[in-house]
């Protein structure tokens, strides 16, 4: 297979280290709000890599973290604690916000078909690896500690910048307008391995360790994590384009400087999705997420195929139009997938040359849009018995992951219509507000025995049936 490799710029042959096998690892979410649908561009891109290569026959592991801890609202060290926001905002502890938004992270992956990765680690489950791994670059002389902080000298690696070649003035961290300059670096990319002196005296979160008590900087996680489960190479490392830098780059540069050799040859990066007004961004406030084109009346499968459509090398933009337009056309494809009858058999020459088509489209570069047009051709194939469509596009729904060929589950026999259920949710709100939780968790029971599942979300209630 081949895709294109960020660190050398071009699109590569993909070998791993072992025949095989791949070892992939990919940047998680940070839990302080809600997944948008950007984000979700590129889980579920790297969810089609991940099931090509398995359909291609590697053996694939993937590991994922969870930040929870030490992502600052600048993505270099200024700002404030991403999550001790989303904690003030929601008055909830730390605790309580990660295990929210880890859960609605899971939820929105599950409904999108994305797999959930082998490995799974919250970066706070992991402290004692971040601790121990900055102890070895502070003895090889990679780290300093300066105004109670530890850091990473960038200075002393041969190549900092391994992706591209960039100016350094473009890339000042610390000098961007707002965003106060931090005396402590002895070189200006330098970066924050160990947190003790921060500016947040309320972080809610703290460690003991040999430079006093704190809390570990975003960047190591992601290193020692990978480390920790998939050991000394990465085969495959993901994420989206805005983690080229600082992020992966400070990843190569502590990892590399720990472990004394090259760590990982291949670097995939999704480009984001746009709005009319530009990157969706969580900290603008405006963004969309799967539940609110739920609310719209759109099928998380909807937005997989709107995804899959477009390449991952380019930005995509979101429009009303653009996704209306794919959403209708998801629709048209899967309804005359469940329709194929199951007359004659699968196999033959026309149905070799279908699944040769579809594997050569991913094999190159990831071509989705292509990947989906093998779809239509074989549902429009004059010749091919309905036995054989219907095996093609199950096969391909292996990487696709569409629900091509999933009956929807008729409403079940005897359940409430919508609006009696909005207006029993209504009720509850308003049972709650009085502060008579008696009533609001009689109503809720009642609806559960009807087989309605009321969810509590930030933004209000929602269901399932
Ligand atoms: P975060 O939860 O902010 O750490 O971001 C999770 C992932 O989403 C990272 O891999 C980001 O690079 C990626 N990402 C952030 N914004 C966008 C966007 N607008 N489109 C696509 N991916 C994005
Ligand atoms: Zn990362």
């Known amino acids: 297979m081949k895709f294109y490799n960020t660190l050398t710029r071009q699109v590569e042959e993909f070998i791993p280290r072992q025949e095989g096998k791949v070892k992939m690892y990919t940047c998680g979410p940070t839990v302080y709000n809600f997944a948008h649908i950007g984000n979700l561009r590129t889980y579920l891109m790297e969810d089609v890599l991940e099931k090509t290569l398995r359909y291609l026959g590697y053996d694939v592991t993937r590991v994922m973290n969870i930040t929870d801890i030490g992502h600052l609202s600048d993505d270099a060290d200024s700002g404030e604690d991403k999550m001790l926001l989303g904690a003030k905002r929601e008055h909830k502890t730390v605790r309580e916000l990660a295990a929210f938004y880890t859960d609605a992270f899971f939820a929105d992956c599950e409904k999108l078909n994305i797999k959930r990765p082998d490995v799974v680690q919250p970066a706070t489950g992991c402290v004692d690896e971040f601790i121990r791994v900055i102890e070895a670059l502070m003895d090889k002389g990679y780290a300093y500690k300066a105004g109670g902080n530890v850091y990473f000298d960038t200075s002393k690696v041969a190549q900092y910048h391994k992706f591209f070649n960039f100016k350094e003035e473009d890339l000042e961290v610390g000098v961007r307008e707002g965003v106060d300059e931090d005396e402590n670096k002895r070189n200006k990319n330098d970066f924050v391995l160990w947190f ?175 990947a989906v047009t093998c779809v239509y051709d074989v549902l429009k194939d004059k010749e091919l018995a309905p036995a054989a469509k219907r095996a093609l596009i199950a096969e391909f729904d292996k990487v696709l992951s569409l629900d091509l060929l999933k009956e929807e589950e008729a409403p079940k026999a005897g359940a409430p219509d919508a609006a009696y259920i909005e207006e029993r949710i209504a009720a509850r709100a308003a049972a709650k507000k009085a502060k008579n939780y008696a009533e609001a968790d009689r109503i809720r029971s009642e609806l559960a025995e009807q087989g309605v599942t009321l969810i509590d979300t930030p933004a209000g209630t929602t269901y399932k049936l």
Not at 307 to 314: A, K
């Open 196 to 370: 003790t002196k921060s500016k947040f005296e309320d972080q809610a979160l703290k460690w003991d360790s040999p430079w006093g008590v704190g809390y570990p900087g975003w960047h190591i996680e992601c290193s020692c994590i990978a480390m920790k489960y998939l050991g000394e190479y990465v085969d495959i490392h993901c994420g989206g384009i805005d983690n080229v830098f600082p992020h992966h780059t400070n990843e190569i540069a502590q990892s590399e400087a720990y472990l004394g050799h090259e760590w990982c040859r291949y670097w995939f990066h999704v480009l984001h999705l746009n709005t009319a007004g530009g990157k969706m961004s969580k900290s603008s406030g405006g963004f969309l997420t799967l539940q609110k084109l739920e609310e719209e009346g759109h099928s998380p499968m909807e937005y997989r195929f709107f995804c899959l459509l477009s390449h991952y090398r380019n930005s995509l933009v979101y429009s009303e139009d653009t996704f209306a337009n794919a959403a209708n056309a998801y629709r048209k494809l899967k309804s005359r997938a469940v329709a194929l009858g199951s007359e004659g058999e699968a196999g033959g020459e026309a149905y070799e040359r279908y699944k040769a088509q579809f594997r050569e489209a991913l094999e190159n570069d990831l071509n989705t849009s292509l």
